[in-house]
């Protein structure tokens, strides 16, 4: 037998904000990076057990405990427990049935028993006329995923959809019927505009098709029948209430509501529910369902309010995906009723029940099994979708960055581990992005979990510095480009000379010529133009000229801190000054380091490193904070010859103690 995470959900459905509420729930390998790796897991160590679920609570928006109740046995057309929400899923159909999205039946049945582990109560797992394969696709989820009862009795029902005609409803018995829990969903349009344009039958035929499909269905031995009035919202009540009791009649356990066309607002369709619910003979008899199309976005909308009009079924897919603008989306129902169930559906003249709704889904396992759909369909999630897009747990915003540190309660009000998404530590365990809009808070959060701690000033100019890289580059930036800039020695050291401006230009027709524009120790921009070998060189002869340097380039090094056309190149060079140069040490020895102290020498050079999105800035960057070394190092050099006797034989050159160029008479062209 598999086990079951039916007896309750696995997850923390609101952020706790302190470590008073503070609760792991699930296991490591439900990662961000291995989707499937609840697959992998052996059924008996995916036991674990029911953890309270966390709300907000209406008298002080504080973190409440609020117990997941359990799934009330199967039984067509009756649910005993009047809050219960069924989910019926339908990515198998219509989900598949969206442009582009064909799928193998090794790749449903794969889906099919993770929407099991999820805990969905009806599979819809295809429309077996259309095709060999669908027919397959269905017989095989039906034998396999239909016949693995989990430890407390939970199997989910594998349905198949069918037309109103002997034919296909045959068809669908044959692929279903293997199952423990079959169902069989047929459907028949009943607004004016399909009956006389598409169909070409009166209304008095229509409700003779259903109801023979009905019968015919239930003669083959199938105890549980759904009935679906194609474009439901867009019918009108009286006929829809005349076919609905005929259907009832027939033995049709479920009736479902489609908004077929994303037409109606939510306050229309949970009226249209309540009136049906109210006016149809035998309504006490069937279980009243919801499928409502997202062409007007309102998908979600629409079922939770046919829900809180008492549909006890919500049909929905992984996603939202399907025909044109796609379904409801399974994720954004079930969290939205996982939070609010409980609070915001009772106290209503339409209300079944307490109100109190409920739903036995395991959303630990909506993460994967929407990266799944979402690979096996080729149809990826856009960044901004509710629950299962890649921002929605993603803050760049400075401002919001710092209440995530705080308490992430503060603009979270779900965690991502409640629906399977492993956080950890990246990010600071708070979705924190690095961008151009992060704060200095979020900055120095993640430094420190790095392992950086910095003083106010040299913070001040790693962040000044994480601003013009963040400005470059898009989706933010991760640990390694972040310590890149770290070590980018614009801040490491006395920063004499900055970069304030540059323009490149190489090619093959033409000679590579770099414009450069520096910064000086005295306030006073100067620039000049160079050509060289390459963009590189020319730009280092630019530098040269207006710092007035007489260097030479040891070592030069440049690699990529991550993967991307818009990964940041990391840059290291060494220079020494060049024998005799003005900036030379030792008029004999250029490379060595007079030590006062001990009267010894030792060998001496200069590296530089830098990171930028742009390999001529980074290039440039770790050169001049190089030669910014180097006249650090003669500045301080010269401090010390006032506090030490030098031996005779040491004779500095004329501009041992010089910056480089500073006054009026450097280069400007």
């Not at 040891?554 to 840059?571: R, W």
């Not at 500045?635 to 010859?641: A, D, M």
Request: contains cysteine.
């Amino acid at each position: 037998m598999k086990l079951s995470f039916a007896a309750g959900a696995l997850a923390l459905l609101a952020a706790a904000p302190s470590a008073k509420y503070a609760t792991a729930f699930s296991p490591a390998s439900l990662s961000a990076r291995s989707p499937f790796a609840v697959q992998r897991r052996n059924a008996a160590d995916a036991v674990r057990r029911p953890l309270p679920a966390l709300r907000m609570s209406d008298d002080d928006a504080s973190p409440a405990v609020a117990a997941r109740r359990p799934r009330p046995p199967y039984i067509p057309g009756r649910i005993d427990d009047p809050d219960y929400v069924r989910i019926f899923d339908t990515t198998l159909r219509d989900g598949e049935q969206s442009p582009g999205a064909t799928l193998t039946s090794s790749e449903k049945l794969e889906i099919a028993r993770n929407l099991a582990r999820l805990g969905v109560d009806i599979i819809e797992a295809g429309f077996p006329i259309a095709s060999p394969d669908d027919f397959e696709g269905v017989k095989g989820i039906a034998d396999v995923v239909g016949n693995e009862p989990f430890e407390d009795g939970y199997v989910p029902v594998i349905c198949g959809l069918s037309r109103a005609n002997e034919k296909d409803i045959l068809r669908a018995w044959d692929a279903i019927k293997g199952a423990m829990r079959p169902r069989i969903h047929t459907f028949i349009a009943t607004s004016e505009i399909h009956m006389q344009s598409k169909l070409k039958k009166t209304p008095d035929e229509v409700v003779e098709i259903a109801v023979r499909a009905v019968k015919y269905a239930r003669s083959l031995g199938c105890d549980d029948v759904e009935f679906s009035p194609e474009d439901a919202g867009r019918s009108d009540p009286v006929f829809l209430c005349r076919v609905l009791e005929a259907t009832i009649l027939a033995g049709a356990t479920t009736l479902n509501i489609p908004d077929t066309t994303g037409w109606n607002m939510p306050w229309e369709f949970g009226e249209l529910i309540r009136y049906l619910r109210e006016n149809v003979a035998g309504a006490e008899n069937v279980v009243f369902s919801t499928h409502c199309q997202n062409d007007l976005g309102l998908s979600t909308a629409n079922s939770l309010s046919g829900a809180r009009n008492g549909a006890r079924q919500l049909e929905c897919t992984i996603n939202g995906i399907g025909e044109r603008a796609g379904n409801a989306s399974l994720e954004e129902i079930v969290m939205s009723l996982a939070l609010k169930g409980g609070t915001d559906f009772g106290d209503w003249h339409g209300s079944v029940g307490s109100g109190k709704l409920h739903t036995a889904i395991n959303p630990v396992y909506i993460t994967p099994t929407s990266r799944m759909v979402s690979d096996y369909t080729g149809m990826m999630c856009q960044p901004h979708k509710a629950i299962v897009g890649a921002n929605a747990f993603m803050h760049e915003s400075g401002i919001h960055q710092d209440g995530m540190i705080k308490n992430k309660g503060t603009y979270e009000i779900m965690s991502p581990e409640s629906i399977g998404l492993m956080r950890g530590d990246s990010q600071s365990g708070a979705g924190i992005v690095l961008g151009k809009h992060s704060g200095r808070n979020a900055v120095y959060t993640r430094l420190r979990e790095l392992g950086y701690d910095l003083d106010p000033d040299r913070l001040a100019i790693v962040f000044a510095r994480f601003k013009q890289v963040a400005e470059k580059k898009k989706g933010g930036m991760d640990d390694e480009e972040l310590e890149a800039v770290v070590a980018d020695g614009d801040g490491t050291n006395l920063a004499l000379w900055g970069l304030s401006g540059m323009q490149v230009t190489t090619g093959l027709s033409g000679i590579p010529t770099a414009t450069v524009k520096l910064l000086g120790p005295d306030g006073v921009e100067r620039f000049v133009a160079a050509t060289g070998t390459g963009p590189v060189d020319a730009t280092y002869k630019a530098i040269d000229h207006i710092v007035g340097a007489q260097v030479v380039l040891e070592d030069y090094s440049m690699a990529a801190v991550n993967e991307g056309i818009d990964a940041l190149a990391k840059t290291r060079v060494t220079i020494c000054p060049k024998v005799g140069g003005t900036n030379c040490v030792l008029t004999d020895n250029c490379e060595v380091e007079y030590n006062p102290g001990s009267g010894g020498i030792k060998a001496r050079k200069f590296s530089g490193v830098a990171a930028d999105v742009d390999i001529c800035v980074a290039s440039a960057r770790a050169y001049i904070t190089a030669i910014n070394k180097l006249l650090a190092f003669n500045l301080r050099r010269s401090q010390l010859e006032q506090e030490a006797s030098l031996p005779p034989s040491f004779q500095p050159g004329p501009a041992a103690i010089d910056m480089g160029r500073t006054g009026s008479a450097a280069v400007e062209k």
